[in-house]
């Protein structure tokens, strides 16, 4: 019998349902899973803040880019008419379709302005090469009132946030630190971390794109979101 860093009893807002958390070592944030539905602390974290800020979201349009086939993004897929699922495939015309996904690069997209009510990435804007260029995109193609909710990891001893790493535009990935990759969908090799986020995320983003930040960070074990690198940022896009 393997050994259980944690379990506990608890309330999963994805399967909305009782459950039992469980984890087989201290990495939480990819080993805490709902024994029902197996999504992960980030996951839940993000449906609890969709589900208080934005209690009609089986209503809106939502674009997210590059999710799992799993967790809250596979209930966004089930449970919202309006729900648009992107992957970026650089070898595809941009707008076309592969295995139910729209092809799009967040950083320059064909969405018409003003398409959606929410974005939603969870954990991809660590890996993208130009933040400001996404964020910029993301505000493009929200509606005036609409929102961006995502998740990316924050380094608590961090105040400024670093580039880790730059695709360049000859094809060369500059480093400026040992290189990291995270799990990717679509992709077996992973997807390298482009930057470590500090807590001066939310200024960045200001003078990136005109939204106004809430950051949330999770201690929370009723519904299993604990461990490192809980937060949701929610984005709120201004009126102009
Ligand atoms: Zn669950």
Redesign the pocket.
């Given at each position: 019998m393997s050994a259980v860093a944690y379990t506990s009893k608890g309330f999963?807002p994805?399967?909305c349902?009782d459950?039992i958390f469980s984890a087989e070592n201290h990495w939480y944030r990819d080993f805490l899973l709902?024994t029902?539905?197996r999504?992960i602390p980030r996951e839940r974290a993000l449906a609890l803040v969709l589900n208080e800020r934005f209690p009609d979201w089986r209503a809106l349009k939502i674009h997210e880019s590059s999710p799992e086939p799993r967790g809250i993004s596979g209930k966004l897929a089930r449970e919202c008419g309006g729900y648009v699922a992107t992957q970026f495939y650089p070898d595809m015309a941009p707008g076309l379709l592969r295995n139910g996904y729209r092809n799009e690069n967040l950083e320059k997209q064909t969405f018409a302005d003003a398409s959606f009510d929410l974005v939603i990435t969870l954990d991809v804007m660590e890996h993208v090469n130009e933040p400001a260029a996404c964020m910029r995109e993301v505000w493009r193609t929200l509606r005036r009132t609409g929102a961006y909710l995502f998740t990316a990891p924050t380094y608590k001893d961090m105040i400024a946030s670093e580039r880790a790493a730059r695709f360049n535009s000859d094809g060369v990935i500059e480093h400026f630190r040992e290189p990291e990759y995270h799990g990717n969908p679509i992709n077996p090799r992973g997807a390298l971390v482009t930057f470590r986020y500090g807590y001066d995320l939310p200024e960045l983003i200001r003078s990136w794109a005109n939204f106004d930040t809430r950051v949330y960070r999770f201690h929370d074990e009723r519904h299993g979101i604990i461990g490192e690198f809980t937060e949701v940022y929610l984005c709120q896009r201004s009126e102009d």
């Open positions: 999963c994805i399967c349902a459950t709902c029902r539905c999504s």
